[in-house]
């Protein structure tokens, strides 16, 4: 990424936008290449603005981009939009990263032209997401390999070749950070009704579920290999296992967990 010279138009300076923007700069980005437009300076833009003095506008600037990403809430789609059409070439290429909104819906705004729909998440932060990826027909192999290079700043991009698995995508990768710390939450409630103190349990359960993730992912091993790893045949975590896969218990749920975000993400796409 270092040697490109495409500027780059960020659209939404929020957790998401930040958090891919320190991706890049941290790859070896030059700073001078991003304006980042975002109607105020949130606190994950702020240390970014501060660090490498990226530049910062209230409102889209009138100068042409050769790529915008958009991370403003799919809410605000409609409502910003607009504002880039000037500052888009019919050849700019425009990277979405909004949950459920469609391809469609943004050339009905910006016109036709490439666009990639991309769905990350918060790992981000720390250089170890995930992202989906999309690319509509005028999207071409260069247009591809630049959204590649700046989506896989922040983690491996996996490209998909139908839309709507982005939306599945969503499902499992872009809202799953919140189901693993929730499970860290639920993990840690337990512990406590099972009589350790609040503040162990929690550092207990935090760093049962990283170090299970890190674990998982430096380990050639399936996280089916992992899991019997730990479980001793009539022991402690057969005894907790039984519990969760009882009726397909947690499998079910988490099914239609994943249903329900698809489907919320399919939702949004309509509203
Ligand atoms: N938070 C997450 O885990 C993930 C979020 N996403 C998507 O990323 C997008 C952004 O989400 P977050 O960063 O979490 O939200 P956020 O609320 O942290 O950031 C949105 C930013 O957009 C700015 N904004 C509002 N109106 C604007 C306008 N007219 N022009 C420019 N900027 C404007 C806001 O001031 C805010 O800084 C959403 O579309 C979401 O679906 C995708 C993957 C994961
Ligand atoms: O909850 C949401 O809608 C966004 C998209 C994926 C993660 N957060």
């Keep these: 990424m270092a040697d490109a010279h495409e500027r780059i138009l960020l659209l939404g300076g929020g957790n998401m936008g930040a958090a891919l923007l320190g991706g890049w700069l941290e790859t070896g980005l030059e700073p001078s290449r991003v304006v980042v437009v975002?109607?105020?300076?949130?606190?994950?833009?702020?240390?970014?603005?501060?660090?490498?003095?990226?530049?910062?506008?209230?409102?889209v600037p009138d100068e042409a981009f050769d790529i915008a990403l958009l991370a403003v809430k799919p809410?605000?789609?409609?409502?910003?939009?607009?504002?880039?059409?000037?500052?888009?070439?019919?050849?700019?290429?425009?990277?979405?990263?909004?949950?459920g909104t469609s391809v469609a819906a943004i050339e009905a705004i910006l016109g036709e032209r490439p666009v990639v729909r991309a769905m990350p998440n918060t790992p981000a932060l720390i250089g170890r997401g995930i992202t989906g990826a999309f690319a509509n027909a005028r999207v071409e192999v260069a247009g591809r390999a630049v959204a590649d290079g700046?989506?896989?700043?922040?983690?491996?991009?996996?490209?998909?070749?139908s839309e709507a698995l982005i939306d599945a995508v969503t499902g499992v990768s872009g809202s799953g950070p919140a189901y693993v710390f929730y499970l860290a939450e639920c993990l840690a409630k337990a512990g406590e009704a099972?009589?350790?103190?609040?503040?162990?349990?929690?550092?207990?359960?935090?760093?049962?579920?990283?170090?299970?993730?890190?674990?998982?992912?430096r380990s050639e091993d399936t996280p089916e290999k992992l899991r019997r790893n730990v479980t001793s045949p009539n022991g402690t975590t057969q005894a907790a296992l039984d519990v969760l896969m009882a009726a397909d218990g947690l499998a079910l749920l988490m099914r239609r967990a994943v249903g329900a975000a698809r489907d919320r993400a399919e939702a949004l796409s309509k509203e």
């Design 150 to 161: 700046l989506l896989s700043a922040s983690g491996p991009v996996e490209w998909v070749e």
């Design 194 to 217: 099972a009589g350790l103190p609040a503040d162990l349990a929690m550092r207990l359960a935090r760093h049962t579920v990283a170090g299970a993730g890190e674990l998982m992912i």
């Design 38 to 59: 975002d109607p105020k300076v949130g606190d994950a833009l702020r240390p970014l603005i501060d660090r490498y003095g990226v530049r910062h506008e209230t409102n």
């Design 75 to 99: 809410q605000m789609m409609g409502e910003a939009l607009p504002a880039l059409r000037a500052a888009l070439e019919p050849e700019s290429l425009v990277v979405s990263i909004a949950a």
